[in-house]
């Protein structure tokens, strides 16, 4: 059996585990800082596992020793947001949360192939694999799901707003996992039709805006922390792709060397995702206007990136 580690057992954490283990993926570790919690929650699903007559292993640990071996290891670790709170107000609790993190990784799963969903997403992704690389981690082993969420809940509204079946919809949601990311209108067809034939300009920047305002309206809702089931099922997605070697083509964080024109950040690219991690990064033909407005969502990117430096978490020579 394969095995993946999540780290924080909160609620993408622990909903994630539940889907792996339902889906019989792999045995699961979830650690967390809290005591006895992680324990809680895996004899929980132990026994909904003999429920359904399962003989998947599920561990809930204290200690990272029990990622030894993992396949994968998803980080969901830090804060959640609270109403009136942007991912980048999570930036420095959770950086010092990430590279605490990521050197128990780097120590007890050199092996592994690493997903951040952790916020603020892209600048989570950037300062893991900055600590993970001098470790010996490729910048293909080390990426962020945020573009198969967005990417998801653009199709929703799609979906909800022609009253069709979401089978029919080909979307794609690339740039930062914020306010600037960019549903790629262009490569947006529903059953081949291009959804400019369908949807009027209104009605397709409503769409867009609640995209991009997708996880905010979640947080104003829950009141007290931000969403998990849609997260959690977008990471299953990229863990198949990589378990299965489906070589998916999916929206994913990856760190780049020129890629698009984009140096030194980590920003929602389509990717081959296959059990090597990241095998290819794809260059699309992209509209003049979603191009500017990618560069737009690299620089608020950049921006953040930065300020890993200015907070001392990341050291000047990266
Ligand atoms: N090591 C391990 N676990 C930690 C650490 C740490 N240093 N610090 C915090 N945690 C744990 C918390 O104890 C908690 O159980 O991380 C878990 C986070 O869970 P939740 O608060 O339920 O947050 P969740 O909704 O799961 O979101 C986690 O993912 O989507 C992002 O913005 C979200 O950054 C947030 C992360």
């Known amino acids: 059996m394969r095995k993946i580690s999540i780290i924080g057992a909160g609620n993408v954490g622990s909903t994630l585990a539940l889907l792996i283990a339902i889906n019989e993926l792999a045995d699961v570790v979830m650690i967390d800082v809290l005591p006895d919690m992680p324990k809680g929650k895996a004899l929980d699903m132990l026994q909904m596992l003999a429920v359904f007559n399962s003989d998947v292993k599920v561990i809930g640990s204290n200690n990272y020793e029990d990622i030894s071996g993992s396949d994968i290891v998803v980080i969901t670790a830090g804060i959640a947001r609270k109403p009136g709170m942007s991912r980048e107000d999570l930036l420095s609790t959770n ?22 969903v952790s916020n603020p997403l892209d600048a989570m ?4 694999y900055k600590i993970l690389k001098d470790q010996g981690w490729s910048r293909f082993q080390v990426m962020g799901m945020a573009g198969v969420l967005d990417t998801a ?14 089978d029919n919809i080909d979307a794609m949601v690339l740039g930062s996992h914020g306010d600037t990311m960019v549903p790629i209108i262009s490569h947006t067809n529903i059953q081949g039709i291009p959804i400019r034939n369908l949807l009027g300009e209104q009605d397709l920047n ?13 947080v104003s809702l829950l009141k007290t922390g931000s969403a998990y089931y849609a997260p959690a099922a977008s990471t299953l997605i990229m863990i198949k792709s990589i378990l299965h070697d ?12 020129g890629e698009y024109g984009y140096h030194d950040i980590v920003i929602g690219l389509p990717v081959v995702l296959g059990s090597k991690g990241i095998e290819k990064i794809i260059e699309l033909n992209l509209d003049t206007d979603e191009k500017q407005q990618l560069d737009k969502s ?10 890993l430096y200015t907070l001392n978490i990341v050291g000047q020579g990266g």
């Open 95 to 116: 950086a010092n949360i990430m590279k605490e993190v990521a050197y128990n990784v780097s120590k007890f799963a050199p092996n592994s192939i690493v997903i951040v």
């Open 125 to 128: 992704t950037y300062l893991a």
């Open 153 to 166: 809940r653009f199709k929703y509204f799609i979906s909800e707003k022609l009253n069709i079946s979401m």
């Open 206 to 218: 409503n769409l867009i805006e609640r995209t991009r305002n997708g996880g905010a309206e979640i």
């Open 246 to 257: 489906k070589k998916q083509i999916l929206p994913v964080s990856v760190y780049c060397q």
């Open 298 to 307: 690299a620089e608020k990117i950049k921006q953040l990136c930065q300020e």
